[in-house]
């Protein structure tokens, strides 16, 4: 008889960050023999995302659940459906998990993606972000020597050991359904000119105003700075309005992101504080140079593959950018992504995570 998993995909629908993780996390799951091995189910809380998983996977059960805000659903929906189904493991990909499940007869698997949320000095956001905080560092701290846990970079798995006293498996995350799902790209990103693409947000850890600090003290008078990560109408854009060839998309579909990426001069991601750093993995994908920090996990992720600055110093990122002008440096690092890309795919997640599972039963 097969082990039963439960795979939580709240965040399914969700374009960016933990959504884009968990799409991430079952196409490798796809990509490996694990329904050879289990008997995989995900949930989801909307009747669209069952046509999502479709592309994803059709190898998973689906379990569609009510539509309830995340605390409820993850700490008493969840818990239902283990007890219900009679599920072994319990994979929880983002930060959290039902705590009751430390005494339920399930198996714990949960993705830490980071810790910024115990310290929230510089991280600021919106009062959902903040409020998402409180929740996550609640619920972080109750988490015991039980669970498995998957760390998604070293400086992560770093953080886990001296913060929570515990150990964790380093996976790296693969981008491989968002490049399949993008990669016939119908038409040139509508930019007329040269343009740097910078992968910022509301929270001040993105970066976003050094970034035009640095832009603006460019002679860049045939280049644009291209912005998404923030609403179209920001404090950004209003405040920094005498800055010309700046150009803020406000929210995009996944399609526009790739045409950004593929056909920018560079992606600028110099944040201050990540988990892992997505987009340096995304545009290494796209084959476009990357300018980012040289700071952990952004200069573990990109090793030697990308232009690294100093994220606090806007003429360290304003050299970063000119930099980009150097052709015989390019080409080394885009030969140096086609390395990275060799360790980082869905194929190898796929294997790590299910190795993960194995360890689980073992446990």
């Known amino acids: 008889m097969k082990n039963k998993i439960l795979i939580d995909g709240y965040y399914l629908s969700k374009p960016r960050g933990m959504g884009r993780y968990v799409k991430e996390l079952i196409y490798a799951l796809g990509c490996t023999n694990a329904t050879e091995d289990y008997e995989i189910y995900i949930t989801i809380n909307d009747e669209e995302t069952r046509n999502l998983l479709t592309d994803i996977s059709d190898r998973f059960k689906i379990i569609r659940g009510k539509n309830l805000p995340f605390p409820i659903w993850e700490q008493l929906y969840i818990p239902y459906i283990v007890k219900k189904l009679k599920i072994d493991i319990l994979l929880s990909p983002y930060n959290t998990y039902p705590v009751i499940s430390n005494i339920i007869n399930v198996r714990n698997i949960i993705t830490i993606h980071d810790l910024m949320f115990l310290n929230s000095e510089g991280i600021g956001g919106n009062s959902y972000q ?22 998604v970079s070293e400086n992560t798995s770093k953080e886990i050991h001296e913060k ?11 981008i491989d359904y968002f490049f399949d799902q993008n990669k016939s790209l119908e038409n040139k990103a509508k ?4 343009y740097y693409y910078h992968v910022g947000g509301v929270s001040p850890h993105k970066n976003t105003e050094r ?12 280049e644009l700075l291209v912005i998404s990560g ?22 995009l579909e ?14 600028i991601f110099p944040s201050l504080v990540e988990g892992y750093g997505l987009p340096i993995i995304e545009a290494f994908k796209y084959g476009t ?18 232009i690294l600055v100093d994220p606090y110093s806007i003429e360290s990122i304003k050299d970063g950018l000119k930099e980009l002008n150097n052709e015989g440096k390019i080409i080394m690092l885009k030969e140096k992504m086609q390395v990275a890309l ?13 190795t993960v599972l194995n360890n689980s039963i073992t446990k």
């Open 191 to 194: 930019v007329d000119k040269s």
């Open 230 to 251: 923030l609403p179209e109408d920001n404090k950004l854009k209003e405040k920094y309005m005498s800055v010309k060839n700046i150009i803020f998309t406000g929210w």
């Open 289 to 306: 140079p990357v300018i980012t920090s040289n700071i952990p996990p952004m200069s573990e992720i990109a090793n030697s593959a990308a």
């Open 342 to 354: 060799e360790e980082i795919n869905s194929s190898t997640m796929g294997e790590k995570i299910k």
């Open 254 to 267: 996944d399609i526009e992101v790739a045409n950004l990426y593929k056909f920018a001069k560079g992606v």
């Open 164 to 174: 929570l006293k515990l150990s964790s498996t380093v996976i790296y995350t693969a």
């Open 130 to 151: 903040k409020l998402g905080n409180v929740y996550r560092k609640m619920i972080v701290k109750s988490i015991t020597k039980k669970p498995l846990i998957i760390s």
């Open 211 to 222: 970034v035009i600090q640095a832009f603006s003290q460019m002679d860049n008078a045939d």
